[in-house]
């Protein structure tokens, strides 16, 4: 028998950060400026962050307040990777809503939006599965390969 074909339901809350998260990367494959193609893909990724805190919620800690990011690395190690990439976006993404649109490129944008899709895939796992043991470690820094690939295949077929 299959242990996790009988899992239970995703709470609410979960479902409805998973949804928010796709509408957040629909808005970034379809936003033409590259600073609001970076804030939708990141704030992609904190939903779907989010959610994976509404099954699995971190430790207990006095240490507050804490990021989603660092809450995550506690709540789900092997997205400990996932964590870092994303928090190091955050001061960026910032920035873009500050007003500085000239803080990120369309390349750095674009990265980010793969990152983004593989993240949300790797997180919708994680919670479809129902267990912690998600995926082997991937090493999820700009630059390092991380399934993108497939991406790009699809923009080129878009623009085409």
Do not use: I
Not at 113 to 140: I, K, N, Q, T, Y
């Amino acid at each position: 028998m299959n242990p996790t074909a009988h899992a239970a339901p995703l709470p609410p809350t979960a479902v409805d950060l998973l949804r928010r998260a796709d509408a957040e990367l629909l808005a970034a494959q379809f936003s033409s400026e590259a600073g609001e193609r970076f804030v939708h893909a990141h704030l992609a990724a904190l939903r779907a962050a989010a959610a994976v805190l509404a099954v699995h919620p971190a430790p207990k800690s006095r240490r507050t307040p804490r990021t989603v990011w660092e809450l995550l690395a506690g709540a789900a190690p092997e997205l400990e990777s996932w964590s870092l990439y994303f928090a190091a976006g955050a001061g960026l993404r910032q920035a873009v809503e500050a007003g500085r649109t000239d803080a990120v490129d369309a390349a750095r944008a674009e990265e980010l939006l793969c990152a983004s899709e593989d993240f949300l895939h790797e997180a919708r796992g994680l919670l479809v599965r129902g267990r912690r043991d998600a995926s082997e470690p991937v090493d999820h820094r700009p630059g390092a390969a991380h399934g993108s690939v497939g991406r790009r295949q699809l923009l080129a077929v878009r623009a085409s």
